[in-house]
Antibody, heavy 127, light 107 residues
Framework: EVQVVESGGGLVKPGGSLRLSCVAS????????MNWVRQAPGKGLEWVSS????????YYADSVEGRFTISRDTAKKSLYLQMNSLRADDTAVYYC????????????????????WGQGTTVTVSS | EIVMTQSPATLSVSPGERVTLSCRAS??????LAWYHQKPGQAPRVLIY???SRATGIPARFSGSGSGTEFTLTISSMQSEDFGVYYC??????????FGQGTRLEI
């Protein structure tokens, strides 16, 4: 079965740190771009970060740039999100999501949406 | 930054009804537009990409249209499992994708 499973969420004080993990199974992890998407309580979806299949290219939303670090470990088929200097507005369910797209040419990326999502892990930042 | 605006925020519908949801981009995203459905307590599920292509396994009652700044998701005959929140997402600046605020379909 193709799936991703997140873990590592919890309660942390403002200014604290947390590391989220996402373990993939049922597919060839190292050929996919992977993402973190979050959802604050009762709110909509917010893209947080992406990492290329090679791990060489990483991207962040402005709201987390400089505080969060995305990484991946091919051998462990795992995606990570290191979150530092956490703030109350980082409180959310964090989802790991697969991007099955590919480059058809040097500049054109075929995108099919994020097709595999985990169940999410909850991060609560509160004193 | 391209902002996505969905309307209406909430829509009351009945099973069997035809439903049309709207999504507007603050500037053109061509057809770089996807739609997702999220049921309470569950992760989102991709329905449509490329503004009008159905994702794998998505029933034919879901259809998408539009280009540039105006997009529509249509459910031809509302089923009980279709209730929940629908999000549009542009990927014009991939991988920095951005979601709309969502439209909630309720009974």
């Amino acid at each position: 079965e193709v799936q991703v499973v997140e873990s590592g969420g919890g309660l942390v004080k403002p200014g604290g740190s947390l590391r989220l993990s996402c373990v993939a199974s049922g597919f060839t992890f190292n050929i996919y771009t992977m993402n973190w998407v979050r959802q604050a309580p009762g709110k909509g979806l917010e893209w947080v970060s992406s990492i290329s299949s090679s791990g060489n290219y990483v991207y962040y939303a402005d709201s987390v740039e400089g505080r969060f670090t995305i990484s991946r470990d091919t051998a462990k088929k795992s995606l990570y999100l290191q979150m530092n200097s956490l703030r109350a507005d980082d409180t959310a369910v964090y989802y790991c999501a697969r991007d099955p797209g590919y480059y058809g040419s040097e500049t054109y990326y075929h995108y099919f949406g994020m097709d595999v999502w985990g169940q999410g892990t909850t991060v609560t930042v509160s004193s | 930054e391209i902002v996505m605006t969905q309307s209406p925020a909430t829509l009351s519908v009945s099973p069997g009804e035809r439903v049309t949801l709207s999504c507007r981009a603050s500037q053109s995203v061509n057809t770089n537009l996807a739609w997702y459905h999220q049921k309470p307590g569950q992760a989102p599920r991709v329905l449509i990409y490329g503004a009008s292509s159905r994702a794998t396994g998505i029933p034919a009652r879901f259809s998408g249209s539009g280009s540039g700044t105006e997009f529509t998701l249509t459910i031809s005959s509302m089923q009980s499992e279709d209730f929940g929140v629908y999000y549009c997402q542009h990927y014009h600046d991939w991988p920095r994708v951005r979601f709309g605020q969502g439209t909630r379909l309720e009974i």
